[in-house]
Each structure stands twice: as C-alpha cells, then as structure tokens.
C-alpha cells in the first residue's frame, strides 16, 4: 500500500485508537456510537485505521454513506433488481438502474442528457437501484452510481465549479413512514451532506451544514463566486399549544447557510424562525403529532440567484410563500403569495404547495406548483408555472403554465427548469414522470398543446425530487468493463464505461496468450452495454474504447475465458 504515514496522522490515529476504547468501555457513553461521534475524522483515516485493524463504514473523503437506523424496526424492501422494468449487464453486473418508457418524443426536443436521482418511499421496493443515473432520450443509462437500501441522492444535476462543470448531489437518508417517523417527511436524517464530483466521476470535495444543522436535502446552489448556497434544518423545543399544537412540541427551523467553497468557512447565514412569522403557515401546528411533535412549519425548498447580486430568491412550500432576501441585511425585500404577499396575485396566477423557484429575465418567476400537500383535498392539477411581476403595481400575472398531459396531481417535489433554447424541463417529483415543452406550454384544458418529450419512471413508488437536462461530457478515471457469456456454444464479450460519453464504438480483442493479443472484431456502441460476437477460439480478452475520431480513449483489463 502506497501511503504517506505522516507523523500527523500517527498522532490522529493514536487519538482515534484511544477514543474508540474510552468510548467503547465507559458505561457513560454506551449509547454514543462511535462511528457517528468520530464521522468525519473516520472518513478521513480510513486506510489508516485498517492498518490498526479498525475499520469505517464510509469512503475515503465520503460522508453519507451509512443509511440512518429506522427508528421503529422497520425493514424498507430491498430494490426489485430481477424484473423486466430493471437493468441488468453482463459487464457490470452491480449496477441495476430502473428502466424508463419514453411516452413522447417529437422534433424540437433540446440536446443534452437527462438527469435523475431515483429513490423510493421506504413502504414499499423500487424497481432498481436508488442512486445518481444520467440517461440519454431512448432511456439508455450513460451513468450509474447506485446506493444502498435507506440511502438516496436528491437535486442531481451539473453546476460550474472553478470555471469547469461538475456533477453535485445531496446524499443521505430522507424521512419517509413507515421506516422513519422521527421528523417530518421529506426531512433529512442526521450524516448527510452534499458531493461535488469532477468530470472523471472523482469526489473532489463534501459539503456538510454548519451550525448544529442537518444537511438539507432540498437545494445545493454553486455560485460563480465559488461558493455553495445550501438549505438546513434543525428542531428547536417550543411549546405549540398557541398554534393548536402539542405542549411538548419542537419547529423544524431552516436555515440558509453559504460556505466559501475554498475554505470551508461559513460567510451568509440566515434563519427561518427570526424571519417568518409561524402564524405564515399553512402547515397545521397539530401535524406535528405525526412526525415525533416536530412542527414543519416552513419548509422551505429552493434557493436562486437574482438579478442582484446581494439579493436571493427563497420558495417556502409550507408558507406559500416565495422571498426574495437581500444578503447583506438580511431583511425581506418582498413576499409573493402565502398571507402577507406584496403582491397581489392574478387570476390564474395562484399557486400553493410550491417547489424550485427561480428568478428568470424580465421578472419572471418560475416555478413548479404542486397545488397539493397530500391531503384528501388535493386541489387542482400540478402544473409547471411562470409568473410575470409588475413591481411598480405589485402584481402577479401568468405568463406560461405546463400541465402534463394528461393531467395529474402531485403530492410533492418537482422543479422546472429554463433551458438554453427557451424550452422547459420538467421533473413531476412525487410522480412517475418528466416532460419537456416548448417556451409558449399548455392549459389545463389542452396539456398536450406544445408537448415534446415525456417519458415515465416504472412502478408507483420510483421517484425523483428533480429532474435535469444537461450537455455533460463524461471521462471516467476508471477503466471499461468487459464480461464474458456463452449460450449455444457462441461466445460473446460484453463492452461497457459507466459515464463515458465520448465512447463511439469498441475494438475487440482475443489470443490465447494474455500478453499476445490481435484485434478480432470491432462494433458501434449500442446502448450502456455493447454485445460483441466472437468468431474463433480464443482464451484471453480484452476491449478498448474508441471516440469519434477512432482514437483509443480507453481499454479494460485481460479477462480469461
């Protein structure tokens, strides 16, 4: 093993060895787990600590790979991995990804790739793997990075890092009945935090909240100060009898905190509970009886940029509310919608439930209106919606609304996304689908108006909190994978590069020596994984990646029939 054992990381390790056995054997502490008070200093020490025979439950440089324990002795299903809704590759047999049915795919669609984070409820087994999956328009998988049972990704997409794209994710476990009852659903449990991956698929840096407050699973935003703008929660004792609550009760406070990506330090913080009044919200105080006395009073949901640099803009979905706050002060510039809005909203213009609030040229405001908060009175159809502001006359107007067609009703999540070229991604959260439109969108009465792509998740209980699309270039650090399969007496290799997307078509090569091998077949690339039939009698193999102008890009290793 290749490692640098500094005196430092002696000295770390010593203090971490005597950590574990004063922890470990002292009664007072019995019900601290070392592995949650020691987190990330573990993540840091790992080969270290293998070397004194101790062992982490997290990666090298990772956080929030430990699903957190279910609070009830609940066991969420394993994924359903062995169905025809399912992926399955010979050359990358760990990898199960859920398959998509493209419904709709017209001219005019964007270029690009499509991002998911797919994960499920923990009442009932996802078809697939939870994880980060980039696909291409067919539902081909470009990308997979599959978690454990408990553990998700959520608001996957591309940023700009250092003047480079990068790949970010929050990562963790989220509330969901029956498993987790602990806090309000759509909550963040304790050991999450937020990844930002290079275009090799390299972990280049985590982000964890500060403050006493859990990583949020909401918002991730890069600024291009090179800066992070993040979402986080923590509960704070109150008594909830004056909002018709338990006496006994807590708030799910949010804060938004902003962290120089450079050196970690926190430079913006700004707290819910000393801004918003709990009187704004819609979110009845007695919920909290659901969800271990923990009032979610705010909920708050997006961060986006503005056309100042010192303001934000801030959806809150159980106030009904979207802010705009000025950084430097802090103050609340203007409200829209919810019970003090400053604006006075438009027919049409009315919205509740709302996600991904974003600050578009002209001031407009976008957003996706989930119109329900999955009671039995849902409301009408989640539609993705834009509103035009009058700042002078403090009006909401519609400008474009997008309603899937047909039409449904989500009980949560879901974001619209602007693109280049004027269309509009949308991600249907809570539901099976995503859809993209063209800049004019649709009525509820004629969903299909405009429509260019819509393409649908399988099962009822695969979701995705958003859904992105995005011009990725991928080049893996690590090499092609190759897998061997006979039937009938033919042979035939398997060729894959999970995230490559320079990959055009593939060489083949055989011998009956490792060290002597000759080209014996050469195929376009097809799909993630690409079938090669062999002609002949060979012994070793060996396939290598080629990019558009035949260069050899990468090969995987010698493998022995």
Request: with cysteine; aromatic share 14%.
């Amino acid at each position: 093993m290749n490692y640098r054992f500094t005196f430092a990381r002696f000295l770390n390790l010593s203090l971490c060895i005597y950590g574990f056995i004063f922890f470990s054997g002292n009664p007072l502490f019995s019900s601290i787990r070392f592995s949650d008070f020691y987190e990330d200093f573990l993540c840091e020490e790992k080969e270290v600590l293998s070397i004194a025979g101790l062992t982490t439950s997290c990666s090298f440089g990772e956080c929030g790979t430990v699903p957190y324990p279910t609070t009830n002795g609940y066991t969420t299903p394993d994924p359903i991995t062995n169905s025809s809704k399912v992926w399955s590759f010979v050359s990358a047999p760990d990898l199960h990804p859920m398959k998509i049915t493209v419904n709709v795919f017209n001219p005019g669609t964007s270029p690009g790739l499509i991002f998911l984070a797919p994960y499920g409820f923990s009442s009932e087994a996802t078809y697939g793997q939870s994880g980060s999956l980039i696909l291409d328009n067919v539902g081909n998988p470009v990308w997979f990075r599959p978690l454990s049972t408990n553990l998700m990704n959520t608001d996957f997409r591309m940023q700009t890092f250092n003047g480079k794209p990068v790949l970010t994710f929050w990562q963790g476990t989220l509330v969901t009945p029956p498993a987790y009852t602990n806090a309000p659903g759509g909550s963040s449990e304790p050991g999450s935090c937020y990844y930002i991956l290079d275009n090799t698929y390299s972990v280049i840096q985590t982000v964890s909240a500060k403050e006493g407050f859990t990583s949020d699973i909401h918002e991730f935003l890069l600024t291009p100060n090179n800066t992070a703008l993040f979402l986080s929660t923590k509960t704070v004792p109150m008594d909830l009898t004056p909002y018709g609550g338990p006496q006994n009760g807590y708030v799910q406070d949010f804060a938004i905190q902003e962290i120089d990506l450079h050196t970690n330090n926190l430079i913006f913080f700004w707290d819910a509970l000393q801004h918003i009044p709990l009187t704004d919200s819609y979110e009845p105080a007695s919920s909290a009886i659901l969800s271990n006395n923990i009032w979610d009073a705010f909920h708050l949901n997006s961060i986006g940029l503005t056309d100042s640099l010192g303001d934000i803009l801030v959806s809150g979905r159980n106030t009904w509310t979207i802010y705009r706050i000025n950084k430097p002060s802090g103050n609340i510039i203007w409200q829209l919608g919810g019970k003090q809005s400053n604006f006075t909203i438009e027919s049409g213009a009315e919205f509740s439930w709302q996600h991904d609030a974003r600050f578009l040229p002209g001031n407009l405001i976008s957003m996706f209106d989930d119109n329900s908060d999955n009671s039995s009175d849902p409301g009408p159809p989640s539609h993705g919606l834009i509103l035009q502001l009058d700042l002078i006359g403090n009006t909401a107007s519609l400008y474009r609304s997008y309603y899937h067609d047909p039409n449904i009703i989500v009980a949560s999540q879901g974001n619209v996304q602007s693109l280049a070229n004027g269309n509009k991604f949308v991600g249907w959260g809570q539901s099976q689908y995503y859809s993209e439109y063209s800049q004019a969108g649709n009525t509820e009465g004629d969903p299909a108006l405009n429509l260019l792509y819509d393409a649908q998740m399988p099962g009822t209980n695969n979701y995705s909190y958003r859904a992105y699309r995005e011009n990725w270039v991928g080049k893996p650090y690590y090499p092609p994978s190759i897998g061997i399969a006979s039937a009938n007496g033919q042979i035939t290799v398997y060729a894959s590069w999970n995230g490559s997307t320079e990959t055009v078509s593939w060489q083949l090569f055989g011998g009956n020596k490792s060290k002597k091998l000759s080209l014996i077949a050469s195929a376009a690339k097809s799909g993630f994984e690409t079938p090669i039939t062999v002609s002949g009698s060979f012994s070793y193999f060996q396939v290598k990646a080629l990019n558009a102008q035949g260069k050899v890009i990468g090969k995987s290793k010698t493998i022995k029939f």
